[in-house]
């Protein structure tokens, strides 16, 4: 049995040949390729830019030209008027609700607002008694 053990099957014996062959193409391959000269880095060609009036630039070496942002005048926004109103219960009307109490709201909402009878226009003593000042 130890000599079935010992002996090497042709397939193996072909195989561990194969890899060697690769090993030393693999090599070979490598030694070659260091021996020849890495390109060079190409030089940085010029260009005429018509939108720079003709003007001769190298891409390489220029930077890119950043416009400025110039702010524009903040508007002041229109004074709105204000009115107080006071509401005896909460009312909802699709998004916007009056809540029971005193509420400040622009004089096109007021318009609408006192279209209900639990609606009313407060005055500015009312307010300021209302919440302490």
Do not use: C
Not at 21 to 50: G, S
């Amino acid at each position: 049995m130890s000599d079935l053990s010992n002996d090497a099957t042709p397939v193996a014996d072909e195989r561990q040949e194969a890899i060697l062959e690769a090993k030393v193409f693999n090599e070979a391959l490598q030694v070659e390729m260091d021996k020849q000269p890495k390109p060079a880095k190409p030089e940085p060609v010029a260009e005429v830019d018509d939108r720079q009036e003709n003007v001769l630039r190298a891409k390489a070496f220029v930077k890119p030209v950043v416009p400025k942002v110039v702010a524009k005048p903040t508007k002041k926004p229109k004074a709105v008027a204000n009115v107080p109103l006071y509401s005896s219960k909460n009312i909802h009307v699709g998004a916007t609700f009056l809540k029971f109490g005193y509420n400040i709201v622009t004089e096109e909402a007021a318009a609408k607002w006192l279209k209900f009878k639990a609606v009313r226009k407060a005055t500015a003593e009312e307010v300021k008694t209302a919440y302490g000042k």
